[in-house]
């Protein structure tokens, strides 16, 4: 709790001056009880006057500290020099709204205190005990409170009156009550501290009391920063979580909607295929067919149809195995490299090595399949779009991990494009989204470096994986 300058807070332990405003706070009921019956206990045994708006269990605890103090209250109620009333029902005849008429408090108020004057005589002062601002503020309604201080004050100025009020110390345990706190103390000429200070019997006690408390203030303060800084971290946290995440979507999303262009480019590929090669094969072999129907003794023509049946077996075998090599079914991924590789060179007319160990074991179909796709994704790429002459592909395995290489020596990827990849997963085309998220699924990792002498695409996959392929 900070303190406000320029709000200067009198400590009045015991002693009240005549025309005091004081504000006392308390930890427990029986000591205010035992403050209060002394405060009016003095003014009664004076022949003075006393006012006490309270709850009803103060002003049951007053009425027994009284009599224990040999003091006959209804004696002094009777002649009019003791006014007590209930704190709840006189709030209410003042208040609208919320908040305090100032009129009708001066009506309310203002009466009990000119009909206790008269009583007690014109020149005779006043004790009043107020517990109307502590309901207010145990209402939450603390604006309320303090400006029904205001309002004492005000009425305090026309009469020879020595005014106090309480607050439970329990109902300010946040550090947000700080202003209010203040604002309220700023209120009163005099403070009386919780009774663990004022039961502290000398000077010493009471300077090593202060002192703890000011420690514990600045500690306070400390853990209070710390945690506002905690939160603002937090926030940013989460703001830039959120961001990521919104970007991964956006990247997911446009992904999802490439695949599905690139599947239909497939398809159509494929078509193409089918009816530029295949397509023209079955079509000759159908003319053949017709002509040896006509002329079944001509030899050529079986010739001819022989070689036609095996052009079209060629042609059948060579999409199956683009689509999925049934060499790795049979023999696994090292075998599939070497038989892609090798076909990819023919066709691509690109000097592709591969460096695979002989022994290299069986895989989870799931890891074998992903890395055969990572291999066709990454040579298609480097045919396409590297303008590279060359490509080197390394398989290495060991207890825990297999990891697949390959390196072109092509023009590169632009470093600002490489750079937004790899922080949102765009601007890199469909390719290598599509091994990205492979790679992930699996619980794989994806390394890429490129500069102007060619791009390093690497992809280290677990050995074993719960997930399952769909083949």
Same mark, same amino acid.
């Given at each position: 709790?900070?303190?406000?300058?320029?709000?200067?807070?009198?400590?009045?332990?015991?002693?009240?001056?005549?025309?005091?405003?004081?504000?006392?706070?308390?930890?427990?009921?029986?000591?205010?009880?035992?403050?209060?019956?002394?405060?009016?206990?003095?003014?009664?045994?004076?022949?003075?006057?006393?006012?006490?708006?309270?709850?009803?269990?103060?002003?049951?605890?007053?009425?027994?500290?009284?009599?224990?103090?040999?003091?006959?209250?209804?004696?002094?109620?009777?002649?009019? +020099?003791?006014?007590?009333?209930?704190?709840?029902?006189?709030?209410?005849?003042?208040?609208?709204?919320?908040?305090?008429?100032?009129?009708?408090?001066?009506?309310?108020?203002?009466?009990?205190?000119?009909?206790?004057?008269?009583?007690?005589?014109?020149?005779?002062?006043?004790?009043?005990?107020?517990?109307?601002?502590?309901?207010?503020?145990?209402?939450?309604?603390?604006?309320?409170?303090?400006?029904?201080?205001?309002?004492?004050?005000?009425?305090?100025?026309?009469?020879?009156?020595?005014? +106090?009020?309480?607050?439970?110390?329990?109902?300010?345990?946040?550090?947000?009550?700080?202003?209010?706190?203040?604002?309220?103390?700023?209120?009163?000429?005099?403070?009386?501290?919780?009774?663990?200070?004022?039961?502290?019997?000398?000077?010493?006690?009471?300077?090593?009391?202060?002192?703890?408390?000011?420690?514990?203030?600045?500690?306070?303060?400390?853990?209070?920063?710390?945690?506002?800084?905690?939160?603002?971290?937090?926030?940013?946290?989460?703001?830039?979580?959120?961001?990521?995440?919104?970007?991964?979507?956006?990247?997911?999303?446009?992904?999802?909607?490439?695949?599905?262009?690139?599947?239909?480019?497939?398809?159509?590929?494929?078509?193409?295929?089918?009816?530029?090669?295949?397509?023209?094969?079955?079509?000759?072999?159908?003319?053949?067919?017709?002509?040896?129907?006509?002329?079944?003794?001509?030899?050529?023509?079986?010739?001819?149809?022989?070689?036609?049946?095996?052009?079209?077996?060629?042609?059948?075998?060579?999409?199956?195995?683009?689509?999925?090599?049934?060499?790795?079914?049979?023999?696994?991924?090292?075998?599939?490299?070497?038989?892609?590789?090798?076909?990819?060179?023919?066709?691509?007319?690109?000097?592709?090595?591969?460096?695979?160990?002989?022994?290299?074991?069986?895989?989870?179909?799931?890891?074998?399949?992903?890395?055969?796709?990572?291999?066709?994704?990454?040579?298609?790429? #480097?045919?396409?779009?590297?303008?590279?002459?060359?490509?080197?592909?390394?398989?290495?395995?060991?207890?825990?991990?297999?990891?697949?290489?390959?390196?072109?020596?092509?023009?590169?990827?632009?470093?600002?494009?490489?750079?937004?990849?790899?922080?949102?997963?765009?601007?890199?085309?469909?390719?290598?989204?599509?091994?990205?998220?492979?790679?992930?699924?699996?619980?794989?990792?994806?390394?890429?470096?490129?500069?102007?002498?060619?791009?390093?695409?690497? #992809?280290?996959?677990?050995?074993?994986?719960?997930?399952?392929?769909?083949?």
């Amino acid at each position: 709790m900070t303190s406000n300058a320029g709000l200067p807070l009198p400590i009045l332990q015991h002693g009240l001056d005549d025309r005091a405003h004081t504000v006392q706070f308390y930890g427990e009921d029986a000591y205010l009880v035992d403050e209060l019956s002394r405060f009016v206990g003095t003014a009664l045994g004076a022949g003075d006057a006393a006012v006490v708006i309270a709850t009803k269990a103060h002003r049951e605890g007053l009425a027994r500290g009284l009599k224990v103090k040999g003091l006959d209250a209804s004696r002094a109620t009777e002649q009019g +020099r003791y006014i007590s009333l209930d704190a709840t029902e006189t709030l209410a005849e003042f208040m609208r709204d919320g908040w305090p008429d100032a009129a009708l408090f001066t009506e309310v108020v203002g009466g009990v205190l000119r009909k206790a004057a008269t009583a007690a005589g014109r020149n005779s002062p006043i004790s009043a005990f107020g517990e109307m601002v502590a309901l207010l503020w145990s209402q939450g309604n603390a604006e309320a409170a303090i400006r029904l201080e205001q309002l004492w004050n005000d009425l305090a100025r026309h009469y020879h009156l020595s005014l +106090r009020c309480a607050y439970p110390m329990s109902g300010f345990d946040r550090e947000f009550h700080s202003d209010a706190f203040l604002k309220i103390c700023a209120e009163h000429s005099h403070v009386i501290p919780e009774e663990s200070y004022t039961g502290l019997l000398d000077e010493d006690q009471r300077l090593r009391s202060i002192t703890h408390l000011q420690q514990r203030a600045q500690a306070l303060e400390a853990e209070v920063t710390e945690r506002r800084q905690a939160e603002e971290m937090l926030r940013r946290s989460k703001a830039e979580l959120e961001f990521q995440v919104e970007q991964r979507t956006a990247a997911l999303r446009q992904l999802s909607s490439r695949l599905l262009s690139l599947q239909d480019s497939e398809r159509r590929r494929v078509a193409r295929e089918l009816h530029d090669s295949l397509g023209q094969y079955l079509v000759g072999l159908k003319l053949n067919v017709d002509m040896l129907r006509r002329t079944p003794n001509r030899e050529e023509l079986w010739s001819q149809a022989e070689v036609l049946m095996q052009q079209c077996i060629s042609e059948v075998r060579t999409l199956s195995h683009l689509l999925h090599p049934p060499t790795m079914d049979a023999a696994g991924f090292a075998s599939a490299a070497r038989w892609y590789v090798g076909g990819f060179s023919q066709r691509s007319d690109l000097q592709v090595t591969l460096d695979a160990p002989n022994d290299l074991g069986r895989l989870p179909d799931a890891i074998e399949l992903a890395l055969f796709r990572v291999l066709q994704e990454a040579l298609t790429n #480097v045919h396409r779009h590297s303008g590279a002459i060359a490509a080197d592909i390394v398989i290495r395995q060991d207890a825990e991990q297999v990891i697949l290489e390959v390196k072109d020596n092509g023009r590169g990827i632009p470093p600002e494009l490489l750079a937004r990849f790899l922080a949102t997963g765009e601007g890199m085309g469909v390719g290598l989204a599509g091994i990205g998220e492979r790679v992930r699924e699996l619980g794989g990792k994806l390394r890429i470096e490129s500069d102007g002498g060619g791009t390093l695409v690497q #992809v280290t996959m677990p050995m074993h994986t719960t997930v399952q392929s769909e083949i």
